[in-house]
């Protein structure tokens, strides 16, 4: 649905932004899917005028035009139309200038003249004869009297060329918004702005009607309500200018005055109209009845339509006229010597026009309309409104009375003010009359609490739509936020957040994500080297397993991870890193279930496969997880790991995993013949000893010191333990220790290694001194001296 904002002016006094009418007016319930400026694509053309025309010497259909712009000296445009004539006023490009489509007109030369612009067509102004009746289609647009002829003048300020066409997008409930008077309603509630509403005011006077015509409903359940008036000596002409902007603007093709005021009347009020000639109403009766079945019309778009007796028809004694609602039939519409017509206003039912107009193929705006259920009260005033603009446009002589047969029933609803309940439904706290207030500015009466509501608002029956009704001029923005009562709270639980960061960590840390089946061949804990006597070696067996690879539920994760890695190996993949978040699957006793437990486990193989990248990997993911006092313990007791290069991971008394290279025999029982490193690591210990909260630790401000230390120890004792004595002796101004030597050559003893360290000292509390640091360094020697460490000189 276009809405002219021209239009809408009439209505209520708008004066905003289109953009900011859009939103507020969507905000409050009608939907604006977008809008459009007309003439919007048309820049620096003006209207001018033709001052003399001289033939072209070197071409028989040019013209030489000196053109009065209002201002400066006359220009001169060369065009080849033949229309033109001294004193015309027309549309002037100038250079520069712009045309619908993005053409650009610049100054230049035809046949060696200069011309400095470009005179316009109604075509070139994207414009068709419709708009501009006593325009010539194939010459330059002249502006007749209905246009501003005032020179200079942009051309679309002149000729009506600039409303605002503001498109909503309807919904079916709301069939009172299918029109302007709907949608000015919904504005002046919008921007409680006074709602001016015009009253039809026929004067008539040129004798009765009710003998030339006489209406019967025969099929009441399909029409409520049929009224008519007639208009004799027609005369058929061109609209004026404002209704075929308007029409134009609400996307209508203006075709003259009779049919333009039908369209404008069903734009306005919503009520589709039609208007029949008298002559081909048979005896001037008019029947609203049924179809028989068999019984054909040719319609207006010259279609032959068999019915049926589902379809209801406007029929004159002898034959069918128009099917109701949809179309009129082929004799039905205004001719050029037509004299006499009759207007139509009726209210059909929606289901049956709805039905006809889908079995027929044929949907047009009155049935779109018609099948969303009309207001029957808005038919008399349509009528009104019809033969009130026959007069004011001089086109025809409207006779006296109105013929109308009235089989409607009252379908006016009531509905109690339940404020209490509206606020507690809506959270909100209004009194009931603020409520009223809303209300009454939607159309709404009251008898007490008792709410009367307006025929034309067939979408309001229940409580709820009160309380809707109140919601979108209350403001949806105003009021609070609240949960859907009886709905699932979505949300993460902190173990699926924490498995979530391990995911994204090991991605990020470069390793790819797998998935493997939990179901394993008892074969895989041989190819591991797990003892036979192992616990681990008993598993849940599946009663029904797809073969001998997939009889039992694993114990441990490693198997499939080497799997895997064998396969990517099998496949000349050079550098392959892998994790999986796996199930492992603990039998406990036969009539209860296993322990499931999930494990971390990584795997990788090329020139990157290196114990201490795998450590670094595992460091990044402790930190990660807000893990702090791991230990890292050397451990020649994992059988499936190489006993010189294996580490078991501790916090506390409790073992949260493993990390080293696979044992050789294991990865060549793969048949890998490259070094592997794994880790595995027990999610849920990892969970328990998480940090409950990230703490902030600002920035220092004080700077810190700097102490190199190289130490001469036995080789067997591990750097963990010289960190340990360092941390020990350097307490609360110790902030990082970073390793950066470990050497072992011809200047060191034998059996022992030189290891050396970087310190950073720092107090938060001022800057360290020499004497604070030589300190601090003195305790630390003292703790490194316990284990057998000295200084190396």
Not at 72 to 93: F, H, R, Y
Not at 209 to 234: F, G, M, Q, T
Not at 634 to 657: F, K, W
């Amino acid at each position: 649905m276009n809405l002219s904002m021209k239009w809408l002016q009439e209505f209520v006094e708008i004066d905003m932004d289109p953009r900011e009418f859009s939103e507020a007016i969507t905000i409050s319930g009608s939907k604006v899917e977008g809008y459009e400026i007309e003439g919007a694509g048309i820049d620096k053309v003006v209207t001018a005028k033709i001052l003399s025309i001289e033939k072209h010497q070197d071409s028989d259909h040019l013209v030489i035009c000196q053109v009065d712009i209002g201002e400066g000296e006359p220009i001169q445009i060369v065009t080849g139309a033949s229309n033109l004539k001294v004193g015309d006023v027309v549309p002037a490009a100038l250079d520069g200038s712009t045309l619908p489509g993005g053409v650009k007109i610049k100054k230049g030369k035809l046949r060696g003249v200069a011309s400095n612009g470009m005179l316009c067509s109604l075509g070139e102004l994207g414009l068709t004869k419709n708009d501009f009746p006593t325009a010539i289609e194939d010459g330059i647009f002249v502006l007749d009297e209905e246009c501003d002829r005032t020179l200079g003048k942009p051309i679309c300020e002149a000729i009506g060329f600039n409303d605002t066409k503001v498109e909503f997008e309807i919904t079916s409930n709301r069939p009172d918004c299918f029109s302007v008077i709907g949608l000015a309603r919904e504005a002046a509630a919008t921007f409680e702005k006074e709602l001016k509403l015009h009253i039809p005011s026929v004067k008539a006077g040129h004798g009765s009607c009710k003998e030339l015509l006489d209406v019967v409903i025969e099929a009441p359940d399909l029409c409520s309500l049929y009224s008519a008036r007639i208009v004799k000596n027609v005369r058929v002409k061109p609209s004026p200018r404002w209704m075929r902007e308007r029409l134009r603007a609400m996307g209508v093709r203006p075709i003259n005055n009779i049919v333009d005021i039908t369209n404008y009347v069903m734009l306005e009020y919503g009520q589709p109209m039609h208007a029949f000639d008298l002559r081909f109403i048979d005896q001037g009766k008019i029947r609203v009845r049924r179809a028989k079945n068999g019984e054909t019309i040719t319609t207006l778009d010259g279609v032959e339509r068999t019915l049926t007796n589902q379809n209801l028809v406007i029929a004159d004694v002898n034959k069918p006229v128009a099917i109701a609602g949809v179309m009129g039939g082929e004799y039905s519409g205004i001719m050029d010597d037509t004299t006499t017509i009759v207007f139509e206003s009726a209210c059909f039912d929606g289901a049956s026009v709805r039905t006809t107009a889908r079995d027929q193929g044929m949907r047009t705006d009155a049935s779109s309309r018609y099948e969303k259920g009309l207001d029957y009260h808005n038919c008399l005033p349509a009528l009104e409104r019809a033969c009130e603009l026959v007069e004011l446009l001089d086109a025809g002589d409207v006779l006296d009375d109105r013929i109308c047969d009235d089989k409607s029933t009252d379908n006016s609803r009531k509905i109690p003010l339940e404020t209490q309940w509206i606020n507690e439904f809506l959270h909100i706290n209004l009194t009931a009359e603020e409520m009223k207030a809303i209300l009454t500015k939607l159309g709404c009466n009251f008898e007490g609490d008792i709410i009367l509501i307006p025929t034309y608002r067939p979408d309001l029956v229940h409580k709820a739509d009160i309380a809707e009704e109140i919601a979108r001029f209350y403001g949806y923005n105003n009021i609070p936020s609240t949960s859907i009562k009886g709905g699932a709270q979505g949300k993460y639980t902190p173990r699926q957040k924490f498995e979530a960061t391990i995911t994204n960590t090991m991605l990020a840390l470069g390793l790819n994500e797998i998935m493997t089946y939990s179901f394993i061949s008892p074969k895989y804990y041989d190819k591991i080297g797990m003892p036979a006597d192992s616990s681990l070696r008993k598993s849940v067996t599946i009663s029904n397993p797809l073969g001998e690879d997939t009889s039992v539920m694993r114990t441990v994760a490693l198997p499939s991870m080497m799997e895997a890695l064998a396969r990517n190996y099998n496949n000349r993949n050079e550098e392959v890193a892998l994790f999986e978040l796996a199930s492992e699957y603990i039998p406990t006793t036969d009539d209860q279930l296993p322990i499931e437990k999930t494990t971390l486990i990584g795997g990788m193989y090329g020139k990157k496969a290196d114990f201490f990248i795998a450590k670094g990997m595992v460091d990044q993911l402790l930190s990660s997880l807000s893990i702090s006092g791991c230990e890292y313990q050397a451990s020649v007791e994992e059988y499936s790991y190489h006993p010189g290069r294996c580490a078991v991971l501790t916090i506390g008394d409790a073992t949260i995993g493993v990390l080293g290279q696979i044992h050789p025999t294991v990865a060549e029982n793969y048949g890998i013949e490259e070094t592997v490193v794994s880790f595995s690591l027990d999610v849920d210990q990892l969970f328990q000893h998480t940090a409950p909260e990230k703490t902030y630790t600002p920035l220092p401000k004080f700077p810190a010191v700097t102490r190199d230390l190289a130490l001469l120890c036995q080789e067997d004792i591990p750097v963990r333990n010289l960190e340990k004595a360092i941390q020990t002796g350097g307490g609360n101004l110790l902030e990082t220790i970073q390793l950066f030597d470990v050497y072992q050559g011809e200047q060191i003893e034998a059996g022992k290694k030189s290891v050396a360290f970087r310190l950073m000292l720092r107090s938060n509390d001022g800057t360290l001194t020499d004497e604070h640091a030589n300190s601090t360094m003195k305790k630390i020697m003292k703790e490194l001296e316990k284990i057998g460490a000295v200084l190396r000189t």
